[in-house]
């Protein structure tokens, strides 16, 4: 197996981690949010966990986004025409605004 098959590899390998990284944030947000609707005496209090949760679910897509980039820049070493070079562009420029507004977020999440 020569190298260029085991970064082949390995993009797929961290195209799924990124997918059960989000995927995991998710599920877990969902099982705190149910806990937080049927134990909640208000719905301040309910209110006050799910933004809690959304911080955390927002760190879990932030984790995910970054290891998908990793897995583009390797994909376009082993790729460098101007086309791919163009799409990682496109697609590090948006996962890096997603990445922008959703740290904004959080931070805004904490300070309250």
Do not use: C
């Amino acid at each position: 197996m020569d190298f260029k098959n085991i970064l082949e590899k390995l993009i797929i390998i961290l195209q799924g981690l990124s997918t059960i990284v989000i995927i995991w944030g998710i599920a877990i947000q969902f099982a705190l949010w149910l806990k937080s609707e049927i134990v909640s005496k208000t719905r301040k209090t309910a209110v006050e966990n799910v933004t809690t949760i959304k911080n955390f679910l927002g760190t879990y897509i932030l984790f995910g986004l970054e290891i998908l980039i990793g897995a583009d820049i390797i994909e376009s070493i082993l790729d460098p025409s101007l086309n791919h070079i163009l799409g990682l562009a496109a697609i590090v420029i948006i996962r890096t605004i997603i990445s922008y507004f959703l740290n904004k977020e959080i931070e805004y999440i904490n300070k309250n």
